[in-house]
């Protein structure tokens, strides 16, 4: 699996997003983002006077796809920007190690395996955590185990109770 991260200009994005669907690319991650390149900001003229602005607002867009289809997304999001001018955009490949559904836990895929997206491991990932305060761990365990939490005092809006500030 690989990443594959393109840094365009904000008036091409309609047309690289069209393009990536016309394509069956449908997944994607968008950003707005302000950066320089080679042309090192734009100067304006603004009442009478000049200004350097030097960051430029740009879009971000991250698409995780497999090996084989690295390049189809590359040539596709290049012809949608390709304008010839400075400043098209770049595009970054970087490889994936693992990709886990947060819901479940599941390991979609995984490098050292060798697999391809949507394979699931038969063990999902287990979560740990690293808080140090003990009332939080106790109200932890008690959470994971399905048990009502009650604390010395009130409750939140929804009449839940909330995360005691004293004992649990």
Known sequence: MKMIKAVIKPERFEFVKAALEENGFTGMTVTEVQGRGDQKGITLEYRGGHMTVDLLPTIQIEIVVEYDKVERVISTISEACRTGKVGDG???????????????????????????????????????????????MVWLDLAKAGQEVKKEGGQNKAGKSVLPAGKV
């Open 90 to 136: 770049r595009i970054f490949v970087m490889p994936v190690e693992r990709v886990i559904r947060i819901r479940t836990g599941e390991i979609l895929q995984e490098a050292a395996m060798g697999g391809t997206f949507g394979q699931l491991s038969p063990n999902p990932v287990e979560f740990t955590t690293s808080v140090e305060d003990e009332e939080m």
